[in-house]
């Protein structure tokens, strides 16, 4: 029989710990976080003045503004372009390689040490060399392939151009996720579909993906917000004055933009804001989609 | 083996090598491109891959205008202060959300949760202003102050600590150790691979960080912010951005390169349980 005095005395101390040991991360988090939220929707709604002096209340004004602003439009079409190659190809190649790394093999670890390189390495240093690589007159990949391609200063295919650095950068971390995710599936259902004469391809679409299929949707959802996000490869890349700026620049670096460099902070809030409602519609859809092809057991 | 499974080993490491080659090149041209001459570098025909001598004078030149000393230990101080004070209050608050109840925690938890679905992208204004309005700018506590609390390290730890067995907090409290005690002494060590986990994640995602740094100091700057700021000085001599990169990257690369396992089961960890 529990003594009712003990639980109640036991329920006290759990009650005073428990909100002692979450004080800190509440604070900061409430400070940091959850209120910049409602502090950031409600900039929105202003205009910052000039000077950053005195905010003066607009209402829906940079709504209307951001509706009628095709820059924007431009910015988050850019954004989809970039989120459309980056996201699918990372996941493809990672997928591929975590596959081919699944097995006993020479080598394993320095293959995995070689693709989880780019992770560590400075996004600014990254953007540095693959600029250069890039570069019309001197640079490595115009030399191999023997063209002339204006790789990131041609409107017209610059932001893939970026988007293939985001690819290279982000493989081998999906990949860990993906290696991670296969050593969960039983080594038994590959050997049944030995037996029944299943090869490596079929065993890989009716085995691996669909027992898989948890950690890819996982990687894809957060791949996709990773990917809407994307702003260091574009501010480091891009020049200011680079005629495909207007075609590659992101949401997020026009949010920079606008909020630090234009001191508008309060259009700035007003493309965040639409940011947060795009990235929620996404992941969303992507919770309904979910449904027609993850197998959970 | 049959000869199928020998030529279908090859193959796979074929690919697995080409696939390498590529994620190398970046940096083998990276290091290259730094010990040559702007006249090398720049050479159409005939194209230079290895330079005729390995020139320091591209460091030499970077090291003169980029103080990397300082930078250095900005980086270091920004990672310290950021991992030091994330793992601290996530694994306090990770024990709390994952062993104990109490009235208030189920909605305190729903904040955790909230945060880590919102862009990040939509604290950066609120903060920018509180630390201009603290007269912080500039220092070393406005790198460190977003990073002070981690909704996504409460969540890591509270995993954590809800995959200990029970029995080891009763045997703790009939030996007569009180919450503190037993949090202290039994259960955190306990967590150590996560903290740690953590602690990697922390770091390495404070190190990337370019776009915060940017915004709140122009002085007191990470290497991230500034290799960014210099690439807007020199936009064309490549030997000595090259070179720059290189010392940006070099701690990094080589700290991962020892601890490699940690460092790749710290970050997949964690972001695997996001």
Not at chain 1, 156 to 173: D, H, L, M, R, T
Not at chain 1, 183 to 201: H, K, N, V
Request: glycine share 6%; net charge positive.
């Amino acid at each position: 029989m529990a003594n009712p005095k003990k639980g109640t005395s036991q329920a006290r101390n759990e009650f005073i710990w428990g909100w002692a040991f979450i004080l800190p991360t509440m604070l900061g988090l409430i400070i940091l976080n959850i209120y910049p939220i409602f502090k950031t929707i409600y900039e929105s709604f202003f205009k910052t003045g000039d000077f950053g002096k005195g905010n003066i209340f607009i209402g829906l004004d940079n709504y209307v503004k951001l509706f009628h602003d095709a820059e924007v439009w431009q910015a988050l079409l850019n954004t989809f372009k970039y989120a459309i190659v980056e996201v699918p190809f990372s996941i493809a190649i990672a997928l591929v390689l975590a596959v081919l790394l699944n097995r006993k093999m020479k080598g394993r670890a320095v293959y995995r040490t070689i693709f989880f390189l780019p992770m560590v390495a400075a996004p600014a240093a990254i953007a540095m060399v693959w600029r250069w690589l890039f570069n019309s007159e001197f640079g490595l990949l115009n030399h191999i392939f023997h063209t002339k391609i204006n790789w990131i200063s041609d409107p017209k295919i610059a932001v893939y151009a970026i988007a293939v650095i985001g690819v290279w950068s982000i493989i081998g971390y999906n990949m860990v996720l993906f290696l991670s995710g296969l050593q969960e599936i039983p080594r038994d259902y590959y050997e049944a579909a030995s037996i029944d004469g299943a090869t490596g391809i079929k065993q890989f679409f009716h085995i691996t993906i669909p027992l898989l299929s948890p950690t890819i949707f996982f990687v894809m959802v957060t791949r996709v917000i990773g990917a809407m996000q994307v702003f260091d490869l574009i501010f480091m890349v891009m020049d200011r004055n680079s005629p495909a700026l207007y075609k590659t620049q992101s949401l997020v670096y026009l949010f920079y933009q606008n909020s630090f460099v234009q001191n508008n902070k309060g259009y700035g809030s007003t493309i965040v804001v639409l940011l947060l409602v795009v990235i929620m519609i996404m992941t969303v859809f992507q919770n309904i989609a979910q449904k027609k092809w993850v197998h959970y057991n | 083996m049959s000869a199928r499974d020998k030529a279908n080993r090859v193959l796979i490491h074929v690919i697995l090598i080409l696939v390498s080659i590529t994620m190398l090149v970046p940096f083998l041209w990276m290091i290259l491109t730094a010990f040559k001459t702007m006249t090398e570098a720049t050479s159409v025909n005939p194209f230079v891959i290895l330079p005729s001598t390995w020139r320091w004078d591209s460091f030499r030149e970077v090291s003169a205008n980029m103080d990397f000393l300082h930078l250095y230990i900005n980086t270091l101080l920004l990672i310290l202060g950021r991992v030091v004070c994330a793992v601290l209050t996530a694994t306090l608050a990770g024990y709390a959300f994952g062993r104990l109840n109490f009235r208030g925690k189920n909605l305190m938890f729903s904040l955790v949760l909230f945060q880590m679905m919102v862009p990040g992208q939509i604290f950066i204004i609120p903060q920018y202003l509180m630390v201009s309005k603290m007269g912080m700018l500039n220092t070393i506590f406005a790198l460190v102050f977003p990073g002070i609390v981690t909704a996504f390290g409460t969540f890591l730890l509270k995993q954590a600590y809800m995959g200990l067995p029970k029995d080891l907090e009763e045997a703790a409290r009939l030996d007569g150790c009180n919450i503190g005690q037993t949090f202290l002494f039994i259960m955190a060590p306990l967590t150590r691979s996560s903290m740690v986990a953590l602690g990697i994640f922390t770091a390495v995602f404070a190190y990337k960080d370019l776009m915060w740094p940017l915004i709140c100091n122009k002085d007191v700057m990470p290497l991230s912010a500034a290799l960014a700021k210099m690439q807007g000085q020199y936009t064309n001599n490549y030997p000595q951005l090259m070179a720059a990169s290189l010392l940006a990257c070099i701690p990094m690369i080589v700290l991962y390169l020892i601890f490699q396992k940690q460092f790749i089961e710290g970050i997949a960890t964690s972001g695997g349980k996001l």
